[in-house]
C-alpha cells in the first residue's frame, strides 16, 4: 500500500509541475515550440544517445569482468538497455541499476560484484560529467560570462562534488586510505553487522591496472560528452543552439545528470534544467521545451530495453 501511495503521489507531482508549465508558458507557446522542431536533430539526438549507450555496454561489461564476472556481450547489451528504460521511464534514475544488479544476484549468484561494476559505472559518469562541467564553468568565467548569481552557485557547487569524486577515487585505488577506513571500520559493531568490509572490498581497484583505468576513464570522458551531445541537438532541433551559449551545456547537463540519481518524478529534474537555461538567456517557453524533449529522446532510444525486458528473461523463475 505504501507503493502505490508513493507512486500515486509522485504521479501527481508529475501531473502537477507539467500543468503548472503550461499555465505559466501557455499551451499554444508550447504547441508552436515543438511543432517548430527539426525532425532530423532529433533523429540524430536518438542515434547519438543509442551510441553512448553501446559504449556504457562496453564499459561496464569491462568492470563486470574486472570483478571476475565474464557475461556475453548480447546478454549484457540486453541487460543495460534494459536498465536505461527503467532510468528514463520509470520514476526515479537508479531504479534501473537496481534492476540489473538483481538480474545478476538472479542468474549468476554474484549481486555484490554486479552491485560493484554498477557503482563504479554510474561513479564514472558522474565524474566525468563534473570534469565536464568545471571546464565549462572556467571557459565561462574567462568569457566574463558567468554573471548571475544562481549560475556561480551551481558551478561551484559541481565544483565540489568533484573534489568529492576525486577523494572517492582515490580513496578507491590508494592502499593506506583503504587501510585506514578498514582498521576503523573492523572496530564499529554496526559496519560488521552490515558486512560493510565485503562491499567496500568489492569496489576497489588495483592502481596498477592501467589498463582498466585508462579504458574506463576513456569511455567516461567519450559517453558522457555524447550526453551532452544529445542535450546539444535539441537544442539545435529547436533553432536555439549558437556558437555564444553552447557552453553552458557542459554545466547544466551535468547538474541534470547529478538530479537523475535522486527519485524524483519526471518533470522535476526537466523544469530545473529549463529554469537554469532560462537564467541564462535562452527563450524562457523553448528552454522548459528543450528539457522536455531531451528526455523524451532518452525514453524513445530506452525503449528497446523494454522491449527486452518484456520478451526476454531479466530473472529466473521464481526470483
Known amino acids: 500500500m505504501r507503493k502505490i501511495i508513493f507512486t500515486v503521489l509522485k504521479l501527481l507531482a508529475t501531473i502537477s509541475i507539467i500543468a503548472f508549465l503550461i499555465y505559466r508558458l501557455g499551451w499554444s507557446d508550447i504547441v508552436n515550440t515543438v511543432s517548430g522542431a527539426s525532425f532530423e536533430w532529433l533523429a540524430a539526438g536518438i542515434l547519438v544517445f543509442l551510441v553512448s549507450g553501446w559504449l556504457g555496454v562496453i564499459q561496464w561489461r569491462l568492470l563486470l569482468g574486472n570483478r571476475g564476472l565474464n557475461i556475453p556481450f548480447v546478454r549484457a547489451f540486453k541487460l543495460y538497455f534494459v536498465g536505461l528504460f527503467f532510468n528514463n521511464f520509470i520514476f526515479g534514475g537508479i531504479v534501473g541499476d537496481a534492476v540489473k544488479v538483481s538480474s545478476i544476484h538472479s ?8 552491485f560493484a561494476a554498477t557503482f563504479l559505472d554510474r561513479f564514472a559518469g558522474l565524474w566525468a560529467m563534473c570534469g565536464f562541467a568545471i571546464v565549462g564553468s572556467f571557459v565561462l568565467l574567462n568569457q566574463g560570462m558567468l554573471t548571475h548569481g544562481n549560475i ?15 577523494g572517492i577515487m ?7 586510505l583503504q587501510n585506514l577506513f578498514f582498521s576503523i571500520s573492523d572496530r564499529l559493531p554496526l559496519t560488521r553487522r552490515f558486512k560493510l568490509k565485503e562491499v567496500v572490498s568489492e569496489m576497489l581497484i588495483d592502481a596498477r591496472d592501467y589498463r582498466l583505468l585508462m579504458s574506463v576513464s576513456g569511455l567516461s570522458v567519450l559517453i558522457q560528452f555524447l550526453r551532452i551531445g544529445v542535450h546539444i541537438l535539441t537544442a539545435a ?3 536555439l543552439l549558437t556558437v555564444a551559449n553552447f557552453q553552458y551545456f557542459f554545466i547544466f547537463v551535468p547538474i541534470i545528470a547529478m538530479l537523475m540519481t535522486i527519485p524524483l518524478p519526471f518533470g ?6 529549463g529554469a537554469l537555461f532560462a537564467l541564462a ?3 524562457r517557453e523553448a528552454a522548459f521545451v528543450m528539457g522536455f524533449l ?3 529522446i532518452g525514453i ?5 530495453g523494454g522491449v527486452f525486458f518484456v520478451t526476454g528473461k531479466v530473472y529466473r523463475t521464481g526470483k
Open 152 to 166: 556561480t552557485n551551481a558551478s561551484i557547487a559541481l565544483f565540489a562534488a568533484f573534489i568529492l569524486f576525486a
Open 237 to 239: 532541433a529547436l533553432g
Open 170 to 176: 582515490l580513496f578507491l585505488i590508494f592502499k593506506p
Open 268 to 273: 522535476v529534474r526537466e523544469t530545473a534544467g
Open 107 to 114: 542468474q549468476d549468484g554474484r549481486g555484490l560484484a554486479g
Open 281 to 283: 538567456g535562452f527563450p
Open 300 to 304: 524513445a532510444a530506452s525503449l528497446l
Open 294 to 296: 531531451a528526455s523524451l
